[in-house]
């Protein structure tokens, strides 16, 4: 079954920087998922991608998948305040079989953007 | 608007009862999944169904949970009895077989005393 890791766990950035939150899964996939999640509240779909070299863009927010590398990447451009939330990724458990469907999740990346 | 719905939004009860949790998937989704999330052990699922069919319910204890979908817009989860670890956020999503993208509900905050 998929294995999805983040990194980092916790990030603080400075309000106007840029950085990355990577995301590592262990077998082949050809879909990605990122979630936001606000302190209190649920989780919301940010963005799917659902190819090799898939690039989507929102606002601040970058991601893309490489699915050779089995990696996707959230890249945050010149960080605000509203922008801290805990990201998720999440990958298809297993392609074909009982799991499809379903999600295995990375931990979670809290980010906290300070003034 | 589409969204999953959840009922109750917060319930605090005390160790012993009976504790039920409904969600209302998004009409024509035919994937329901149970999660539950602390801060210690982060989202964890449950449970899941597929055309109301259960799934995969490894991820919950079976001595006190259960879950169940009456019907295509029902689905509940239900512990008997409670007991303070099962105190948690648990959030229903719902989605289509065809596609593993899931929407999740805005949750239940369950606090056991």
């Known amino acids: 079954e998929l294995k999805v890791e983040q990194n980092p766990l916790f990030l603080s950035m400075q309000e106007g920087k840029n950085y990355t939150i990577y995301c590592n899964y262990s077998?082949?996939?050809?879909?990605l998922y990122w979630y936001r999640q606000d302190p209190g509240k649920s989780l919301e779909s940010l963005f799917v991608?659902?190819?090799?070299?898939a690039v989507k863009q929102e606002g601040r927010l970058m991601a893309s998948l490489d699915t050779k590398a089995r990696l996707s990447t959230l890249h945050i451009t010149a960080a605000v305040h509203d922008l801290s939330a805990t990201y998720f990724c999440?990958?298809?458990?297993?392609?074909?079989?009982?799991?499809?469907?379903?999600?295995?999740f990375g931990q979670g990346t809290i980010l906290t953007v300070h003034p | 608007d589409a969204r999953v719905t959840q009922t109750p939004r917060h319930k605090v009860t005390e160790m012993g009862q009976e504790v039920t949790m409904r969600c209302q998937p998004i009409l024509g989704h035919n994937t329901v999944f149970w999660y539950r999330q602390t801060m210690m052990q982060g989202l964890e699922l449950l449970a899941y169904f597929r055309n109301r069919a259960p799934l995969d319910d490894s991820g919950m204890p079976k001595d006190r949970f259960s879950a169940e979908m009456p019907d295509a817009t029902l689905a509940t989860l239900k512990i008997q009895p409670s007991e303070p670890r099962d105190s948690a956020v648990y959030f229903c999503?719902?989605?289509?077989?065809?596609?593993?993208?899931?929407?999740f509900g805005p949750g239940t905050r369950l606090t056991v005393l």
């Open positions: 999440a990958g298809p458990s297993n392609a074909g079989g009982t799991s499809y469907g379903k999600l295995t």
């Open positions: 077998t082949t996939s050809d879909r």
């Open positions: 991608l659902l190819s090799n070299g």
């Open positions: 999503a719902s989605g289509r077989w065809s596609n593993n993208e899931q929407f």
